[in-house]
């Protein structure tokens, strides 16, 4: 008897098992907060990750991070997205302060992005941290010629 009582338990076993799969399942309700499928995405906000505003543990003073920012501000240059490479010379300026190799760049970029104010006055930086530079006769034309487009752009206004 205990050998029939085992294979009614084991067939009962198995047809709840059965049972329970056969139930049908109800797929998970959207949260209440989720919003309507019909609205158009977000738009993308513009980056403004930077080194030092997503690491505020990190020191302002990184001469390493400086010489890094330079490194892949410098990349962004090649690759043509100036936008990533001004604020990464930025960092670089924030980084080590006194360093005068990222306001160039950042003139440079600034330059290039069609900026005259703003380049002026990092390649003016430049100079004042370091003005003995063997290219400063070059930065200093590049100052005079911003500077007298920049004028011309105020006399058409």
Do not use: C
Not at 53 to 71: F, G, H, I, V
Not at 77 to 87: F, L
Not at 107 to 136: N, T
């Amino acid at each position: 008897m205990s050998h029939l009582q085992s294979l009614r338990n084991l067939a009962t076993l198995s047809l709840s098992g059965i049972l329970l799969f056969a139930v049908p399942t109800r797929a998970q309700d959207p949260p209440a907060s989720a919003p309507p499928a019909s609205q158009p995405p977000p738009k993308q906000k513009k980056n403004v990750d930077r080194a030092v505003n997503s690491a505020p543990d990190q020191p302002q003073w990184d001469p390493l991070r400086a010489e890094k920012d330079l490194e892949v501000g410098k990349y962004y240059m090649k690759r043509g997205d100036v936008d990533a490479a001004i604020d990464r010379f930025e960092d670089a300026t924030t980084a080590k302060p006194g360093y005068a190799i990222p306001f160039l760049y950042l003139g440079e970029a600034y330059e290039k992005k069609g900026k005259k104010k703003p380049a002026v006055k990092a390649y003016q930086r430049y100079l004042d941290l370091y003005p003995h530079a063997e290219d400063g006769d070059k930065i200093r034309k590049k100052i005079e010629k911003l500077n007298k487009e920049i004028d011309k752009e105020k006399t058409k206004l």
